[in-house]
């Protein structure tokens, strides 16, 4: 069993935990491509044995997420299991407004990174710092938010579903889309809808994975800029430098048909193998 599955993950687990779980079942090397909070659901990417070298070029740049925003308290967490920090009294929002406000969320921003994240800060991941009580300086990412479609609005809820890049943080735009309303706000629900071209209609629950279950080969998962020449079949398997000529980009999947790898521009025409992944 070598190749990528798509697992709908359950709330109530970490993405951690259905790794735990899949290679206990199984027998079977794994690992995922990006994590999910543990009350969130969705699809989750998982590599099995030889695929698990492949995550690293998935490259994965864009993920939708279907959120439910509720109105008037804010916690430590960004989201209603944490600690209630502060509340707000509602005042009237017109759904006219929401509308406005999720249509101005919509282009390239710096969105804080939220206390309970796994971003690292000198060697420890943020959210050890706020299991510590330790303050430490707010950090930025750079995002970008491709659409957001209003989905439900009521009195103290918005649930909306997001197109957005990789690395955005759902519980931060909460924060950001009740402070453009006049209020406090907080994510209740999550689930992540699609990731790059997996979406959740290609996903099964991890306990119906079994050594039988069919899996997406590598050379269709990963997304990068492809060159197929079974010409080159012989020093892809050897490992060996290729020269490309009149090529554009710096990093590329090498298919010579049975053997493929990814290969990165050492210099000029030349490159060299980073990893075979046949």
Not at 53 to 68: G, S
Request: glycine share 6%; aromatic share 8%; proline share 2%.
């Amino acid at each position: 069993m070598n190749g990528i599955v798509c697992i709908n993950k359950p709330k109530g687990m970490t993405s951690f935990d259905v790794i735990r779980q899949i290679q206990r079942k199984l027998g079977v090397k794994a690992g995922h491509s990006g994590t999910l909070d543990p009350e969130a659901s969705g699809v989750l990417v998982v590599a099995i044995n030889k695929a698990t070298k492949a995550l690293q070029f998935m490259e994965i740049k864009d993920k939708v997420y279907e959120a439910t925003l509720k109105l008037g308290t804010k916690t430590d967490t960004g989201d209603i299991w944490g600690k209630i920090l502060d509340t707000k009294p509602l005042t009237s929002i017109s759904e006219a407004e929401v509308a406005s406000v999720l249509k101005s969320m919509i282009k390239k921003q710096s969105q804080r990174v939220p206390m309970v994240s796994a971003k690292k800060v000198d060697g420890k991941k943020l959210y050890e710092y706020h299991r510590q009580n330790i303050e430490i300086e707010t950090q930025y990412t750079d995002i970008e938010i491709f659409d957001i479609e209003l989905l439900d609005f009521k009195a103290d809820e918005i649930k909306f579903r997001a197109h957005v890049s990789n690395g955005t943080y759902i519980r931060t735009l909460c924060e950001d889309i009740a402070e453009k309303l006049g209020t406090l706000g907080t994510m209740s629900s999550l689930k992540r809808t699609q990731v790059g071209k997996f979406k959740l209609s290609d996903c099964i629950d991890f306990e119906a994975l079994t050594l039988e279950t069919p899996c997406i080969s590598v050379k269709d998962a990963i997304m990068l800029d492809r060159i197929t020449d079974e010409s080159y079949a012989t020093q892809i398997m050897h490992g060996k430098r290729i020269k490309l000529e009149n090529v554009s980009f710096d990093i590329v999947l090498m298919d010579g048909g049975l053997y493929y790898a990814v290969y990165k521009r050492e210099k000029d025409d030349i490159f060299r193998s980073v990893r075979g992944l046949w």
